[in-house]
């Protein structure tokens, strides 16, 4: 069963608005969780993270939200830029240091 | 400081053949970690090395196999090639809980 959802294959968005993408999760074990962006023919880099005990980390630009209650994390990029074009991945860790990733959300910013 | 570094990038192969595809870190991470993203799948984990000297199956490690040669390297050999492993493989290492990827190899199985 996929345990990371992200339910929007895409996104897209005008330049200087805000995006939001959205990751669902149903294991209640999962503790920490980390946003990665990919280029096409590039690995996946590193973006944002936040654990369990907060409910928003902030980094620039980008907002990370976590609601345990609804097992729910989203980011927030404000303002857009077409530079931020790229699949955005979101993961979750448990016991250990494996991470599950969610299936991925295409954000396309539109100058 | 070259981060996390994948050979080759780029690989065709006959079904039934067999290759190792290399990875190798600069940034001393005891755990290293190998994936495989097919499209709409996200990135599945198939083989981890939690330190050197121990690997441990992920999510889908059939049809593969690894080594972690020393604490900089670790290799993904598949034995014999299926066109269901067609996909892009990539290596990633890490300190703690943020993990750091390499730019991946593209592999096609015919």
């Known amino acids: 069963d996929q345990q990371v959802k992200q339910n929007s294959p895409s996104l897209s968005v005008q330049e200087g608005r805000i995006s939001i993408l959205n990751c669902d999760y149903t294991n209640s074990m999962f503790d920490y969780f980390l946003w990665y962006k990919k280029y096409p023919a590039e690995g996946p880099t590193f973006l944002i993270s936040i654990s369990s005990i907060k409910d928003k980390n902030e980094d620039g630009r980008f907002t990370v939200f976590l609601n345990k209650s609804a097992k729910h994390l989203s980011l927030h990029i404000v303002p857009s830029q077409p530079g931020d074009s790229a699949v955005y991945f979101c993961?979750?860790?448990?016991?250990?240091?494996?991470?599950?990733f969610g299936e991925g959300t295409q954000l396309t910013v539109n100058p | 400081n070259a981060g996390v570094t994948q050979t080759p990038k780029f690989q065709v192969l006959k079904t039934g053949q067999s290759m190792t595809l290399q990875c190798a870190q600069d940034?001393?991470?005891?755990?290293m970690y190998w994936y495989r993203q097919d499209p709409g799948m996200g990135l599945r984990l198939i083989y981890y090395s939690a330190s050197e000297g121990t690997t441990d199956k992920g999510e889908v490690p059939n049809g593969y196999n690894v080594s972690r040669l020393n604490k900089r390297e670790f290799s993904l050999r598949l034995e014999s090639a299926a066109p269901s492993q067609t996909s892009v493989y990539f290596c990633?290492?890490?300190?703690?809980?943020?993990?750091?990827f390499g730019p991946g190899t593209r592999l096609l199985v015919l």
């Open positions: 990633a290492s890490s300190p703690r809980e943020t993990q750091y």
């Open positions: 940034m001393n991470h005891n755990s």
């Open positions: 993961a979750a860790m448990g016991s250990g240091s494996r991470l599950t």
